[in-house]
């Protein structure tokens, strides 16, 4: 999968949950849950939704590693294969 | 035979708009059914019924005027009493000319709100028009206005709610850093060995010792109504829901004190979900003996709470960072959690409120016993 | 540029809206009980029948039914008869012929036989000829479709009304008060005929809308004055014509006033004033700000006695009483 495609995704997740995010804006180093105020419980809920997508489990102790659109990518980048 | 009322969704709230009737009159209900839905300044609500029987006839229909809080909207017989066929709610009519009417309909007056100076206190085109000049001019909402502009609302609502608290409450404050240490790694290892979809949110640990630790200090889980303190009997926590776009909701997580941590997980989920989505219930909003804050997503330490009013207390939940922690003359690193206890000093004092905090504390040093 | 004007009665306004008519279209005559040598029993015609003649000027027998039916007759032959009963009271015996011939050729022809007749009758109380003189029954002829009802009050519509009352295809009943037949005032000298389709706002105000006709439109402008030394501006509408209703006007004003009392010298039940008060009511509910009321004759056969037939009637006082409470509350 390109990393374009899970960037996609993972737009689509986070639309569902800022509805008004401009991902244009967004700088792929910023800290999207600050950028997008988006709570631990909806992070949660994106993950799981990018576990049902992707088939990737991310481990808590992963959590604290996604903090930008780069590590996001990078990180499902590099388990999607 | 019971009336069944125009609720009040919170001490904020002064009247409401009935939306829709989930039955008729004739129709069974029991306890919890839902029959209507009612729009506040804050929302949509899902309106239970709290006794069990047949709907009478539906005194009130759905808008566009505003009901106000307590107003006999039907009546529920119990058994095999019949519904009273001939009820009218004549009483409860407002006496007012139809031209004075539509224009506090046109400029969303309500007309509850108006005085009568004509003949028998009928309210006449002068009493609206009086009202008129002394309230600034009020834009005219666009399109039709079936549904009140949310936003404004809350505020205006959250604005009544916290000013009556600060004007009545005499707040006092109380907080203490937990050493989570022993809750998070418990969690973590509990965490680990299970999915994504039922792993457990740190906050449900501290939820959790609120109720426990209101089973302990009960004086906390109450209102203060009419100048006395009343115990509630079931531990129902209010949990701060912030909205998107702004705005805040504290509906209720019921009986927290008997859910298992994977229920209050779901519980909790199910009320972020549906609270976002403005499918609360109306008992949802009312029945909280205490609230808790959470804020420690936004990297806040310490929150110094607003109780809601008629509650007694309000518990505030900052980051859990880790802090230089001194035990045993030793200095090391650990996951701190400051957590604060804003309380009413009618209703409690000091004293109480340490304990509580106390018993939160010790509470979460045994997490396996949550 | 002042307008010419002469000083005219009530009385003298009709004789010359008779007199122009008789003048422009020698179809047009006058037949009635005493309309000829005896001058009209209210005098209205004096003078006529040796300006006109005897053809033109016709004294009948007593016998309403029958010199109605004549003036039917007449009408459907091509004249323009002007039939006079006496009083209203008296247009009983000619109300089959009114209503059952005059009000339905036009319908049972199918559209072929205009009945171009026009019928004058004194109407109303305050001149203490008692129970069988006195009555106000045009609410009741108001009732009936296939003719006109016109209540001229005003001495330019006593002047001007008569003639496009004979130039309408169909029947018109003009209901002259008995008791404004003295009354005097300035006439423009030119003055002429005159619309008949349309009510009159004849005093503004924003406070409310006193709706009348007839005699008791006088009573409420008097009523007007007076309240307006208070500060309670009344607006008066002369209804003019009773049949059809130009509903417009008075809707209108109470949309503006808020507020309507209707002054009516009927009797109440099943009045003109109750049909009025029914079209506010359906047609101009949400500006109403207090309920339409109504002052109407005392519901009994009006009596003979002076003070008691002042009792039975409107009365300004009455008028300005209902106005304040309305007002005030």
């Not at chain 2, 996951?335 to 009413?344: Q, S």
């Not at chain 3, 109300?95 to 199918?110: F, P, V």
Request: hydrophobic content about 45%; aromatic content about 6%.
């Amino acid at each position: 999968m390109k990393a374009m495609d899970i960037r996609k995704i993972i737009e689509t997740g986070l639309a569902s949950i800022a509805p008004e995010a401009d991902f244009d804006e967004l700088s792929p180093t910023e800290n999207i849950r600050e950028e997008l105020d988006i709570d631990s419980f909806d992070f949660l809920n994106f993950l799981i939704g990018l576990n049902e997508k992707l088939g990737i489990d991310i481990p808590e102790a992963d959590y604290e590693k996604l903090v930008s659109m780069n590590d996001l990518v990078n990180y499902l980048d590099e388990r999607t294969g | 035979m019971a009336d069944f009322i125009m609720p009040s969704l919170g001490a904020d709230m002064k009247e409401g708009l009935l939306v829709a009737w989930r039955v008729k009159p004739g129709d069974q209900v029991k306890h919890g059914d839902i029959i209507a839905e009612i729009e506040t300044q804050k929302g949509l609500f899902e309106i239970e019924v709290f006794s069990t029987g047949v709907v009478g006839p539906l005194l009130v229909n759905p808008g566009p005027d505003k009901v106000p809080v307590g107003t006999v909207m039907t009546t529920i017989s119990a058994g095999d009493e019949l519904p009273s066929p001939a009820r009218t709610s004549s009483e409860k009519r407002i006496n007012i000319s139809p031209a004075a009417r539509r224009l506090a309909d046109e400029n969303h007056i309500s007309i509850y709100d108006l005085k009568g100076s004509g003949p028998d206190g009928v309210i006449g085109l002068a009493d609206v028009e009086r009202v008129l000049t002394l309230a600034p001019p009020v834009a005219a909402p666009e399109v039709v206005k079936q549904t009140t502009d949310f936003k404004t609302g809350m505020r205006d609502a959250i604005a009544a709610a916290m000013s009556l608290s600060n004007r009545e409450i005499p707040h006092y404050y109380l907080a203490s850093d937990i050493d989570m240490s022993c809750a998070l790694d418990w969690l973590e290892e509990r965490n680990r060995q299970r999915s994504i979809r039922e792993r457990l949110l740190p906050v449900v640990l501290p939820l959790k010792a609120v109720a426990l630790a209101l089973k302990k200090v009960p004086q906390l889980n109450a209102h203060w109504v009419d100048g006395k303190i009343q115990l509630k009997k079931d531990v129902h926590i209010g949990f701060a829901i912030s909205l998107r776009g702004g705005g805040l909701l504290t509906p209720a997580l019921h009986n927290v004190d008997q859910l298992s941590l994977d229920q209050l997980m779901a519980a909790l989920s199910d009320l972020i979900t549906r609270t976002r989505a403005g499918k609360l219930r109306g008992s949802e909003m009312t029945d909280a003996g205490i609230t808790v804050t959470s804020l420690g997503d936004l990297g806040v330490r310490t929150v110094f709470g607003v109780i809601y009013p008629p509650q007694v207390g309000l518990v505030g939940l900052g980051r859990i960072a880790e802090q230089p922690w001194v035990e045993q003359g030793a200095v090391s690193a650990r996951p701190v959690l400051t957590a604060t206890l804003a309380a009413d000093h009618r209703a409690s004092d000091g004293h109480l409120g340490a304990q509580f905090l106390d018993a939160f504390t010790r509470i979460l040093q045994e997490p396996a016993k949550l | 540029m002042a307008e010419q004007t002469r000083t005219i009665t009530y009385r003298d306004a009709v004789k010359e809206g008779l007199r122009e008519a008789l003048q422009k279209d020698e179809r047009v005559f006058l037949m009635g009980e005493d309309v000829g040598r005896y001058g009209g029993c209210f005098a209205v015609s004096g003078g006529l029948l040796d300006e006109f003649g005897p053809d033109r000027i016709r004294d009948t027998p007593l016998s309403e039914s029958t010199f109605t039916g004549a003036g039917i007759g007449a009408a459907l032959g091509g004249m323009r008869p002007i039939v006079e009963i006496m009083t209203v009271n008296f247009s009983l015996l000619a109300l089959d012929q009114i209503m059952n011939n005059a009000a339905t050729y036009l319908h049972m022809s199918g559209g072929l036989f205009n009945v171009p007749l026009v019928i004058r009758m004194a109407t109303g109380g305050g001149k203490q000829l008692a129970a069988q003189h006195s009555h106000s029954l045009e609410g009741w002829y108001a009732h009936i479709p296939g003719i006109k009802v016109l209540s001229p009050a005003t001495l330019e519509d006593a002047r001007g009304m008569l003639w496009t009352a004979l130039a309408d295809p169909d029947p018109v009943l003009i209901f002259e008060p008995a008791v404004l037949y003295p009354m005097a005032g300035e006439l423009a000298a030119d003055a002429g005929a005159v619309e008949i389709d349309q009510a009159k706002i004849l005093r503004e105000g924003r406070d409310l809308t006193l709706i009348s006709y007839g005699s008791c439109l006088h009573k409420c402008l008097e009523a007007a004055m007076s309240l307006a030394e208070e500060g309670i501006a009344t607006e008066v509408i002369d209804l003019r014509t009773l049949r059809p209703l130009d509903e417009t006007c008075f809707l209108n004003s109470v949309a503006k006033t808020h507020r309507a009392l209707i002054v009516d010298e009927g009797w109440r039940s099943g009045s003109l004033a109750a049909e009025i008060s029914a079209r506010i009511m359906e047609q101009a509910f949400y500006q109403l700000d207090a309920p339409v009321e109504r002052i109407c004759s005392a519901e009994v056969p009006m009596p003979y006695a002076r003070h008691m037939e002042e009792a039975a009637l409107p009365q300004v006082m009455t008028i300005v009483e209902t106005v304040r409470r309305m007002v005030h509350g």
